[in-house]
């Protein structure tokens, strides 16, 4: 599996293309503005977009992906159900951040902890890991031991849980029990921010090291 991280919007968002290399079959993750740019990142790489993911209902990782499915008329799958109230209040969030209009959202397919998303001949691994929102999901590709984790982790730090329905004791746990538990050497793409490693984390992070 190859990828590109794109950041878009103010809050640089880290905007993920993920492909089969030998396909070009593809899915965007996470395409929270700045749709033409995303549309330019895909045909320079000649890309065939399946589908777009969602790892959680803010307006920074989801405020270019109705715009993007219709222009590339993909599905979007994801967040978790229990990130609905965060799209319905999509207008709401917009006016609060300065975002371009867009109306409430509902995914083609709500996505649960232990679920599959095949991206051409690629199976990504959904855990639902709430505690930043409670319906936040990350996307795990085995084979290549890489996690795109949205807001839950980050190098050096960790996901707020000052938003609605944030739980700070549920954002740890789904960090040490579920993301760690994959192992060390997993590389993680976070929602903002540069790239790590599980382990890294795990020794060194002052929110959730050992």
Not at 1 to 21: D, G, H, K, R
Not at 68 to 79: D, K, T, Y
Not at 144 to 161: C, E, H, K, N
Not at 176 to 191: E, H, N, S, T
């Amino acid at each position: 599996m190859e990828y590109a991280i794109l950041p878009v919007t103010p809050f640089e968002q880290n905007c993920s293309l993920l492909w089969q290399a030998e396909t070009r079959r593809a899915a965007v993750v996470d395409p929270g503005g700045d749709v033409e740019e995303i549309l330019a990142a895909i045909a320079v790489r000649d890309l065939a977009v399946e589908k777009i993911l969602l790892t959680h209902g803010h307006i920074d990782h989801v405020g270019g992906a109705a715009a993007l499915a219709r222009e590339l008329s993909v599905p979007i799958e994801g967040p978790q159900r229990e990130d609905a109230f965060w799209l319905d209040a999509l207008p709401e969030q917009c006016r609060m951040f300065g975002f371009p209009p867009t109306p409430p959202l509902v995914p083609d397919r709500w996505l649960g902890d232990g679920d599959v998303v095949k991206v051409g001949d690629l199976a990504l691994e959904v855990l639902h890991t709430p505690g930043h929102t409670p319906g936040h999901v990350c996307f795990i590709q085995r084979p290549s031991r890489l996690a795109i984790v949205g807001d839950v982790l980050f190098a050096g730090s960790i996901g707020r849980t000052d938003f609605p329905r944030g739980d700070h004791a549920a954002l740890i746990h789904s960090i040490r029990a579920k993301l760690f538990a994959l192992g060390d050497d997993y590389v993680f793409i976070p929602g903002h921010g540069p790239l790590s490693t599980f382990g890294a984390e795990r020794r060194s992070n002052p929110f959730v090291a050992d």
